[in-house]
Each structure stands twice: as structure tokens, then as C-alpha cells.
């Protein structure tokens, strides 16, 4: 698979916050600065589902997908970047306008096939779909082993430093899992569950890393969610605008500032032992704050 500008990737010192006094160091590996649209994590998901996709001579690819969903854009920017077709299956009916993201997946070529949410919940593939032999089918958000070794693969940005921590936002569990798979055995990884009362996402990440992997030391926090999937508030949306005024980092309000807020509310709660080193992962999903009314955010 082609790959995106991962030169752009860094890894930035934050000096914003409250950890200085425990000699806590804090860092930010800025993922979200390989692409616009194929934003931060997700490329990393896809990439070897496209590899194999590739391998195996098949021109599409189908996955499915909310109306504000990263994953459904970066698999359309990824797909025209590779000469690959591809199809959205979009939870919902078709709205009268489409939202920035499924538009944004349009101009890349992605036909949208919109179902009813009840069939989504099932995954029912509309059956003309189902049985076309040219389509490889990716599962929502890219989980999955194949997006799980991608997910590994972000490891190499930042292996030679040595964190004790490695922080993240959990959608699926895939980004986590490959962390965990990448990390040494002295590391902490530690998720931060942006959707409610996901209490059987540990197990997921259990089902995914198998065998491998489950010596390392991880968590999922559930108590930075705001609510579930895409909710927030006031103090959320402050947050950001206050992390980026200091840092001139922004974030998105789905994923990497709930994860930013836990990070920065469990530090000042002394959850890290002083001396901590911790990386905090920048996974992207910034095209998802076009969702928010203008003005919301100062960036
Ligand atoms: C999809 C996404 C995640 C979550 O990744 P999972 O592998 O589904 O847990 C985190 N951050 C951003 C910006 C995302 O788009």
C-alpha cells in the first residue's frame, strides 16, 4: 500500500500541565500529521488490509460506518491513493444533506450504501454485496488482526524511547491491542474508553492479542467517555481550546481529547509514579470536529 507522509510524524515534548513537580515527563506522538483524511490511526489499521486486499487481486474494498466516521474517510482517501475502489456502508438513512466526512469520502470516489440501523446493528450486508467476488470486506473501524498489526506498526515512531507509559483513546480496542503487541514488558499501556460503559472491550483486546502480548500490563479507563461515543461538553470543549492555546496541538472532540483530559485529570489524581515517562498517542480524527458548530473550537 502506498504509504502516507510518515516523515511528518514527531514526537513532541508537552510542556503543558502539572507534572513537573513529580519530575513526570510528558510526550505526543503526533499521528494526526500524516494526512488530512487518512487521518492518524487509521492508515496504520488499514494498511496491511489493503496489502492483502492487493494480494489477493480484489478492486474494492467495502466497510462500513457511521456518518461522521474517520474510518469510512480514511478508507476512501486510502483506496484512491492505491487505484482501489471503494464502498461505504453507512449506518442510516440517506440524509438530505450529507455530512462533511461522507461528502469529503465521496470526492474520493466511495459510493455510499446507506442501511437501516436495526440491519446494521446485525451487519447484514446488502446481499448484491455480499456475494460480488471483486470485494474485500474490512470490519467496522478496522478491527481486526490485520488492523491490530497495522496498529503495532506505529510502535516503530517512538520504540526507542523509553516510555513507562503508553496512553490512547479506545473506539474498537485495535490501536490498543497493537500497542500492547508492540510494547516491552516494563511498559504500562493504558486505553481511554471513549465510548460508555464499554465494559466488554477488555475482553475484545483479549480476543485479538491471543496469546501473545497478554504479559504486558494494560488498562481501560471508563471514566473519561463524557457521556459515550461523540458526546461532550462545555468543560471538554474548554479543555481543547485550552490544550491548544498552550500547545498549538489540536484535537478532536471524539477521541484524542478525552484521552488528553484523562491523562492530565489522572496525573493531577497522582496516578503516575513520579519519574513517569508518557507518550501519549495523537491518533488523529481532527475531521471530525466539522461536526461541532462554528466557532466552538478557536482552531
Ligand atoms: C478510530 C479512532 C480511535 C480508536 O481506535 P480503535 O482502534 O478503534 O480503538 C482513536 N482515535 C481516533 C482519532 C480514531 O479515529
Given amino acids: 500500500m502506498n504509504p502516507v507522509n510518515s516523515e511528518h510524524i514527531n514526537l513532541d515534548r508537552l510542556e503543558f500541565g502539572a507534572q513537573d ?4 515527563s510528558l510526550y505526543l506522538l503526533r499521528l494526526d500529521k500524516i494526512h488530512p483524511e487518512i487521518s492518524g490511526n487509521k492508515w496504520f489499521k ?3 488490509y489493503l496489502d492483502d486486499a492487493i494480494a489477493q487481486n480484489k478492486q474494492t474494498i467495502a ?5 461522521w466516521s474517520n474510518h469510512i474517510l480514511a478508507t476512501a482517501a486510502a483506496c484512491k491513493l492505491n487505484g ?10 440517506r440524509p438530505h444533506d450529507l455530512s462533511y466526512t461522507l461528502k469529503k469520502a465521496t470526492e474520493y470516489g466511495m459510493n455510499l450504501i446507506f442501511i437501516p440501523r436495526s440491519e446494521y446493528k446485525q451487519k ?9 467476488e471483486d470485494v474485500y470486506l474490512i470490519d467496522e473501524g478496522g478491527y481486526g488482526e490485520k488492523g491490530m498489526l497495522g496498529a503495532a506498526t506505529i510502535a516503530e515512531f517512538y520504540k526507542q524511547q523509553k516510555f513507562t507509559h503508553i496512553c490512547c483513546a479506545v473506539g474498537t ?9 508492540a510494547s516491552g514488558p516494563l511498559q504500562q499501556i493504558l486505553g481511554i474508553s471513549v465510548l460508555k460503559n464499554n465494559w466488554s472491550i477488555e475482553k475484545e483486546i483479549k480476543a485479538l492479542l491471543g496469546e501473545n502480548g497478554q504479559h504486558i500490563r494494560y488498562s481501560v479507563n471508563h471514566n473519561y467517555h463524557f457521556g459515550g461515543y461523540a458526546k461532550y461538553n462545555d468543560s471538554l470543549i474548554a479543555f481543547m481550546n485550552d490544550f491548544y492555546r498552550h500547545t498549538q496541538v489540536p484535537t478532536d472532540f471524539v477521541y484524542t481529547a478525552k484521552m488528553v483530559y484523562g491523562v ?3 496525573l493531577e489524581r497522582n496516578f503516575f509514579p513520579p519519574g513517569s515517562r ?20 478557536i482552531f
Fill in 46 to 48: 488499514l494498511r496491511f
Fill in 264 to 266: 492530565y485529570a489522572l
Fill in 278 to 297: 508518557i507518550l501519549l498517542i495523537h491518533s488523529g480524527g481532527l475531521q471530525g470536529n466539522n461536526s461541532l458548530l462554528h466557532e466552538t473550537l
Fill in 63 to 67: 466497510t462500513l460506518g457511521g456518518a
Fill in 21 to 24: 513537580k513529580n519530575n513526570i
Fill in 124 to 132: 447484514i450486508m446488502p446481499p448484491d454485496l455480499a456475494s460480488r
Fill in 84 to 93: 482501489l475502489h471503494s464502498i461505504g456502508i453507512i449506518r442510516g438513512e
Fill in 173 to 181: 480496542g485495535t490501536m490498543m491491542a497493537g500497542l500492547i503487541k
